[in-house]
């Protein structure tokens, strides 16, 4: 929990300090658009940011189009959540394509809370 705070912070002090990177916004992807909303609040003007899975898509079955993966290879930092498979299948290709992409994992420090899963049963009535 605590890296992401800091991560936060980060991106808030860069945001703070328009003369760092005067000539150019930070080309940020993030895994979902959820967290892009998060990054563009903080980054403000001083960021672009992208989300590689689209609203609506199912994290665990996404597969990248071409022309995704061509948007990403500009970008600087990657925020991804952690912890799923798919999304690691698809980032080592991400890195294969742009090794100078930093990526950070935005979920490294929270303790995950398990639920139980919901399953229908034709006897509970719903």
């Known amino acids: 929990m605590n ?7 980060y991106l808030a002090l860069i945001a ?6 005067a000539d150019q916004k930070i ?11 998060f990054v563009s609040s903080i980054g403000g ?3 672009e940011v992208v989300h590689l899975v689209p609203a609506g898509q199912d994290l665990h079955t996404f597969a990248p189009k071409p022309s995704k993966m061509r948007e990403m290879l500009d970008v600087n ?30 979920s490294r420090g929270i303790e995950r809370i398990e639920m139980e899963a ?9």
């Open 27 to 37: 080309r940020v992807a993030v895994t979902i658009p959820p967290i892009e909303n």
């Open 118 to 126: 919901h399953h229908h049963h034709d006897e509970e009535g719903h």
């Open 45 to 47: 003007d001083l960021v």
């Open 77 to 106: 930092v990657y925020f991804k959540l952690g912890g799923i498979a798919a999304e690691e299948i698809w980032l080592d290709r991400l890195v294969n394509l742009n090794p100078s992409m930093k990526v950070m994992t935005i």
């Open 3 to 9: 890296r992401f705070f800091v991560l936060m912070t």
């Open 16 to 21: 703070n300090s328009p003369n760092l990177f």
